[in-house]
């Protein structure tokens, strides 16, 4: 189904941050996709950084890397598992790369002598990039960043205002996420706050078309007429939304509230085919089964305080678990603690399956290392993602007696350099985009562990690193009780490692999490669930 001109919604959120805007927009994604509908979605974001690969993972969780290389923000893992469509740099805006814009066409006298300002010029860029990249889809969805009333959301509101005087109001439909808080003394549901947040928005100039309610209990009955009569909002657009058991549990409660008619309806979208969610509600209910088994998978974790930080690697890891119909004990394992223990194997013992997520920095490396060393010597079973591959060459040298093997990235001096930055990457160690960024091609071995997960020997993943295994070391593999089973066929680098004589020892230098979907688990995480099943019948 084509459409002339695109469709744009735009999602904000009010009250406070954190209510699931992502979550949100991802949600409406997946309905208009279930509908025939072809959708984009974009995030915008009001931090000054250019991009997200150097923002505070405890702050705000991992960063997503997409197919073309651009570091991102996390909401773009939920919009590509929500709607299974791979995003792009163009679905990613941070307010520095809109800034860096206005200031390189300033110098470069495109404005004619105009006194460059927030508005028009730096708004008409904002809008620029969201017309760009909804260009070609039937509907564009975007998520601003921040809370309605924040002062560096403040250029990003006033752009989408504007926008529809660009495409015209009737090719644009406003969402406003706002909370609802339940005050156990009166036991009810208070309203205010969502009301001042619609009172903010309108006084910006946007008149919100749909409201989202968002509370850690299902609402009063009376809440959607007093927020209608409040805000506006016809109690037909208003839905709400209790905190979900599974977020993946949202589009089809979006659905069942009738909000994607009211969507089709205020953008006069043609009718097209019923939603196609028979699937989508088969997958809910799969992850909603007890199983009566369950296996107990450790993350070795640097991050402990932010769980989002793992985002795309825990979601990977249930979604194998359910495909497998088996619950999944997620036991978060702290790397630093790790490493500093006497007896690692009285932290590990219980465990069936160990992950080692990517990470950087000297931090818990011990930790993770004593973790492949264990999973190596203890036929357990391991998925090591990126720096996991790291960890799992030292852990494997050090045991084959190179005590001070390490990386340079942790021990520039170390004689055992067993990893070690890419010759093209050296001098690069301290700038952001400059990493191995996005999809490479990989060639597996025929007839390695990694080529039957993947039910073929070529395969394209994603990545985001700058230290590679030393290419020096890898003919020593085989006598550390290694093989390297994947390169990229045009560098020769190493991709994969698996364990020579181990039932799943297998480390990426790509991260297959974030290719991971909830209705189709990626390979290797379905090994390792697979891997750590056979463990416990043995």
């Avoid at 909603?288 to 990977?316: F, P």
């Avoid at 973790?371 to 799992?392: I, V």
Wanted: glycine content about 10%; proline content about 4%.
């Amino acid at each position: 189904m084509a459409h002339s001109q695109t469709k744009y919604i735009f999602v904000t959120g009010g009250v406070l941050s954190g209510l699931g805007k992502g979550i949100t927009a991802a949600s409406i994604g997946n309905l208009l996709r279930s509908r025939g509908l072809s959708v984009n979605l974009q995030k915008c974001d009001p931090y000054l950084n250019v991009d997200a690969g150097l923002l505070n993972p405890r702050e705000h969780g991992e960063c997503f890397v997409t197919a073309d290389g651009a570091e991102t923000d996390l909401d773009l893992g939920h919009y590509e598992r929500f709607t299974d469509v791979e995003m792009s740099k163009d679905s990613s805006l941070m307010a520095g790369r809109v800034l860096a814009k206005v200031i390189a066409d300033e110098r470069a006298g495109k404005y004619n002598g105009d006194d460059v300002q927030i508005i028009p010029h730096l708004t008409s860029a904002i809008q620029d990039f969201i017309a760009a990249a909804g260009e070609g889809f039937d509907v564009h969805i975007v998520e601003i960043g921040g809370t309605v009333g924040d002062y560096e959301s403040l250029s990003f509101i006033e752009a989408i205002r504007e926008f529809a005087i660009r495409v015209g109001r009737e090719n644009c439909l406003y969402t406003h996420v706002v909370y609802l808080p339940y005050l156990s003394a009166s036991q009810e549901t208070k309203t205010k706050p969502a009301q001042n947040s619609v009172r903010e928005l309108r006084g910006l100039g946007i008149t919100p078309d749909i409201l989202v309610g968002r509370s850690e209990r299902k609402a009063n009955g009376s809440v959607k007429r007093k927020l209608s009569l409040f805000s506006g909002v016809s109690e037909e657009a208003i839905v709400l939304l209790p905190n979900a058991e599974n977020i993946y549990e949202v589009p089809l409660t979006l659905e069942e509230s009738g909000i994607t008619d009211v969507i089709f309806k205020k953008l006069d979208l043609a009718k097209g085919r019923k939603s196609q969610l028979a699937q989508w509600r088969a997958m809910v209910a799969r992850a909603k089964v007890d199983y009566g088994r369950s296996v107990t998978v450790g993350l070795i974790a640097k991050y402990l305080d932010n769980s989002d930080t793992y985002m795309s690697v825990v979601e990977a890891a249930k979604a194998a678990a359910w495909w497998n119909n088996t619950n999944l004990n997620l036991v978060w394992i702290d790397a630093v603690k790790l490493g500093q223990h006497s007896d690692p194997q009285s932290v590990l013992a219980d465990c069936d399956a160990v992950i080692v997520p990517g990470g950087f920095g000297s931090r818990g490396v011990e930790g993770k290392i004593t973790a492949a060393s264990y999973a190596l010597t203890n036929n357990l079973p391991y998925l090591g993602l990126c720096y996991g591959l790291h960890m799992a060459v030292i852990a494997a040298a050090r045991l084959a007696g190179h005590q001070l093997a390490n990386t340079t990235e942790v021990d520039p001096k170390t004689p055992d350099p067993v990893i070690d930055t890419m010759a093209d990457q050296r001098g690069k160690e301290n700038t952001g985009g400059t990493m191995r960024l996005g999809n490479y091609d990989c060639q597996l071995t025929k007839g390695s562990l990694a080529a039957k997960q993947y039910g073929t020997e070529k395969i394209v993943e994603r990545h985001r690193h700058r230290w590679e295994c030393n290419p020096k070391y890898v003919p020593s593999y085989e006598s550390w009780g290694l093989k390297a089973v994947g390169f990229n066929p045009g560098s020769g680098l190493v991709e994969v490692i698996e364990g020579s004589k181990h039932p799943y020892f297998i480390a990426s230098q790509f991260h297959p999490e974030f290719k991971s979907r909830p209705m189709r688990p990626h390979p290797l995480f379905n090994g390792l669930i697979k891997a750590a099943l056979q463990k416990q019948a043995i």
